[in-house]
Structures are given as structure tokens and as C-alpha cells.
């Protein structure tokens, strides 16, 4: 990945058991009071947890009360996705899975409830306030990162505890890598990127570790996923690779 050699590359181990989750162990041994993680396929490609598709509403329901009850919260947040840069803050939230319209992010300061986003090869952004104890999950394809929702995200946390960036912690989930990620030139230019001399691919993990140091994130604050969507290691759903289903990204304030 074309990132600083100062911005680590890490591993999410696999948990086993009937929710395929990809922990993220660095920040669970840093910050024992946040759960960062994200679902993978399963081994039969059967835990699709998208709302918006083909599976029928009872069996996606049924995994994501797995999920709450895996990993001990008994609310949950997402949205219907829509590319673009608006996050919704949470100061509460009813027990049970609440969805709302066009959000791309969420950040809460609230202990009990798990931020989602649903991604298939675009990153999910977890950017966590130690200080302030606040967290908020982006949902980064690459209109997203061209429509700065990072720098909304740090926004966000800002608006909502006071989150200066230096304080940051940034971790760019498993999503397509840059050997995979073939594009065309507008991506390029939107990002303000030049275009590589040979083929069409782009890193956008080390997109947005840039951005994060342009942010004022310290590079040293920054890690990146080793699990590529398309290419392995793990079990992920691709869009790339084919696949319609989802797997999600969550993060919350353990109560």
C-alpha cells in the first residue's frame, strides 16, 4: 500500500462461533471501553447483514440480533448510504436497530450504542476521541473521500465533545486494496491524485491516511486493515469479486 512507512499495516483476527467478526485488537487492548469490528461473510458466504437488498427481511433481522447479542449492545445505529459526507451524531438511541435516511457516518459520546455502516470493498473509517471518549464510523467509497467525509467525520466529533484532531485515532477497516481496486481517471482527478504511469488502480486506504495527516491525525495515530475484501486474507463479501451481500462495520462506547 502507498502509505507512510510510519502508518502501520494490521491484522483483524477472525472470531470463531456463529458471528464471523474481525476484531480490532490494537484498540481493544488501548481502549478496553470501545469495540471496534467488522463482520465478515462467513465461511458459507451466508451473514449478509444488508437492509437494502434481496434477503428476506426476517433472516437479515435475525443476524444483525446475533450481532447485538455477540457483542453486548442492545441498540444499534445505521442508515441507507448514499456516497456523500453527512454524519448523524447520536446522543441516545431506543433499544433495537434504528435506521435512518442518507447518513454516511454516525459519532456518539454515549456508552450502549454500536455505530454501523455497511461496506463491500469501500473502507470503513473508525476514528476514536480517548480523551473525550468519543467515536464516530465513516462508510469511505471514493466519492465519499472526494466529498471529504473524513473531514466531516472529525468534524462531527468536534460538534459533539469537543474532539480536537491531534487527539484522533484513526483505523481504516478491511476494504479492497489497491492491487484490486481498478478505476478510471475521474477517480483520479477527484481525489486530486496523479494517475500511476502504469495501469488504473488506486490506494484509497492510503488516500485517506493522507487526508488524516492533513487533518492534524499524527501518523503514528493511523493504521491501516491487512484484509483486502477482493484478494484475502479473511472472508469478505466483494462487489468487485461479484458478490451482492454486505458485511458491516461497528464501533461503539462499551456500557
Given at each position: 500500500m502507498s502509505v507512510s512507512v510510519a502508518t502501520r499495516i494490521v491484522s483483524e483476527p477472525a472470531?470463531?462461533?456463529?458471528?464471523p467478526l474481525f476484531v480490532h485488537d490494537d484498540w481493544r487492548e488501548r481502549f478496553p471501553w470501545a469495540f471496534a469490528a467488522t463482520t465478515g461473510a462467513g465461511d458459507d458466504a451466508s451473514f449478509d447483514l444488508g437492509l437494502f437488498g434481496d434477503t428476506p427481511v426476517g433472516t437479515t433481522m435475525a443476524r444483525w440480533r446475533a450481532l447485538m447479542?455477540?457483542?453486548g449492545f442492545t441498540a444499534a445505529v445505521h442508515s441507507r448510504q448514499v456516497h456523500g459526507n453527512l454524519v448523524q451524531l447520536h446522543h441516545d438511541s431506543p433499544d433495537g436497530l434504528l435506521v435512518t435516511e442518507a447518513f454516511d457516518g454516525h459519532a456518539t459520546a454515549m456508552p450502549g450504542i454500536l455505530l454501523a455502516v455497511s461496506v463491500a470493498d469501500c473502507v470503513p473509517v473508525f476514528l476514536l476521541d480517548p480523551e473525550a471518549r468519543a467515536v464516530a464510523l465513516l462508510h469511505a467509497g471514493w466519492r465519499g473521500v472526494a466529498a471529504d467525509v473524513l473531514e466531516?467525520?472529525?468534524?462531527?466529533?468536534?460538534e459533539l465533545a469537543g474532539t480536537r484532531p491531534e487527539n484522533v485515532w484513526l483505523h481504516a477497516g478491511p476494504a479492497i486494496c489497491e492491487r484490486c481496486y481498478e478505476v478510471g481517471p475521474e477517480v483520479h482527478e477527484a481525489l486530486g491524485l496523479a494517475r500511476p504511469r502504469t495501469g488504473s488502480t488506486i490506494d484509497l486506504r492510503g488516500a485517506l491516511a493522507r487526508r488524516a495527516r492533513q487533518s492534524g491525525i499524527a501518523t503514528e495515530r493511523v493504521t491501516i486493515s491487512a484484509h483486502c475484501t477482493k484478494c484475502g486474507p479473511g472472508r469478505f463479501f466483494s462487489h468487485r469479486g461479484g458478490e451482492r451481500g454486505r458485511q458491516m462495520a461497528v464501533l461503539g462506547i462499551l456500557a
Open positions: 472470531a470463531r462461533g456463529g458471528v447479542a455477540e457483542t466531516a467525520g472529525i468534524a462531527a466529533l468536534a
